[in-house]
């Protein structure tokens, strides 16, 4: 679980789980993600938080994002020990072939004043399907 502590400064940011797909047996690749969590409030929970999925693959520098950011956000406080289900998914068609990526979680605060929040069981799942058995749409 990651605890996203109180006050936070807009733009923090924190990774709670990350997962690495192999897709080198695997031609023209699409990769579903989904993410899904559970997000409490051990003292109340009042802000923005923003998650994305970010994907780095061999031979790159710095992850990449995929897909929009989706968004959390509550305005009331939450109840002390209340709990939200967050999930979402997307889909990456946009890997060459004999790739091997990593895909993570970044949770953005967005809010100048955050009230506490935990997010547990923060779990990422790929699936991967070829979609074809050649492929000339890369030049990696």
Do not use: H, M, W
């Not at 520098?61 to 998914?89: I, N, Y």
């Amino acid at each position: 679980s990651v605890a996203i502590p109180a006050i936070t400064d807009p733009g923090s940011t924190f990774t709670p789980t990350s997962l690495t797909v192999n897709a080198s047996k695997c031609f023209n690749p699409c990769t579903k993600l989904e993410f899904t969590s559970n997000i409490t409030a051990p003292v109340g929970f009042i802000g923005t938080l923003s998650f994305q999925i970010f994907k780095q693959c061999r031979n790159q520098f710095t992850p990449v994002p995929v897909g929009p950011a989706f968004t959390f956000s509550r305005t009331v406080a939450l109840v002390v020990g209340e709990a939200s289900t967050f999930s979402f998914f997307i889909c990456d068609c946009d890997s060459c072939n004999d790739d091997c990526c990593t895909y993570s979680i970044v949770i953005t605060n967005l809010t100048a004043i955050t009230l506490g929040a935990t997010i547990n069981n923060a779990t990422l799942s790929a699936l991967t399907v070829c979609q074809g058995n050649r492929c000339n749409c890369c030049n990696c």
